[in-house]
């Protein structure tokens, strides 16, 4: 369904507004996430044919945030960032609000994967202000942010995710490559 721009929408953002524009790679990575949801309920599929199954429910139920996100989730891996910030502008379009933070990470992601800074800071920020408890939100929010190359603002996230989640060795792990990387600099800098 074709939904007039809105602050709702978050058309205002470069990002959305521009979204036909968006120089944007796929993430092969989610590839597997995506043909793992329900896997218990149907034998292992190929892509296409989760993108399919996804379509002809979403045909059928159009005002579903959770199929729209999943629609998005099949776009993203298949690099088609404007089809994906469609389904995600549909997805917060109808979402509750105490879930919105699923649909805005992934509009976060798509806008750190096209290189938009501070669009996926905005949205990766409302991510958490909607959902403060939730790792994956700090997680990203404080892999844009090294991205950006402001690593003291990254560590503070990844240390936040810590806090969450103390076990949750992808942030150890970026901790670990940042404080190498400043030692690294500070030692070319050093006389």
């Known amino acids: 369904a074709n939904l007039p721009a809105s602050m709702h929408t978050l058309d205002h953002l470069h990002g959305v507004a521009n979204r036909a524009s968006l120089h944007y790679m796929g993430e092969s990575q989610l590839k597997e996430v995506l043909q793992n949801l329900g896997k218990d309920r149907y ?26 996100s999943m629609a998005a989730l099949y776009w993203r891996v298949k690099g088609q960032g ?8 549909q997805a917060l379009h109808h979402t509750p609000y105490y879930m919105k933070d699923v ?18 800071i905005i ?15 700090h997680f990203t929010l404080a892999n844009v942010y090294v991205a950006m ?22 942030a150890k792990n ?10 690294m600099k ?5 006389p």
Request: charged share 25%.
């Open 149 to 170: 190359e402001e690593f003291e603002k990254a560590m503070r996230w990844y240390e936040s995710t810590l806090k969450l989640q103390p076990e949750f060795a992808p």
């Open 103 to 120: 649909p805005l990470i992934s509009l976060a992601n798509i806008f750190h994967n096209a290189k938009l800074w501070n669009d996926a």
């Open 186 to 190: 500070n030692e070319r800098h050093s």
């Open 43 to 68: 034998p292992p599929q190929s892509l296409e044919q989760v993108g399919t199954r996804i379509a002809k429910v979403l045909e059928k139920n159009q005002t579903s945030w959770i199929l729209s």
């Open 123 to 137: 949205v990766a920020t409302m991510a958490v202000e909607i959902a403060p408890h939730f790792v994956v939100n």
């Open 82 to 89: 404007k089809k994906a910030i469609d389904c995600l502008r």
């Open 174 to 183: 970026r901790i670990r490559a940042i404080q190498c990387h400043l030692l």
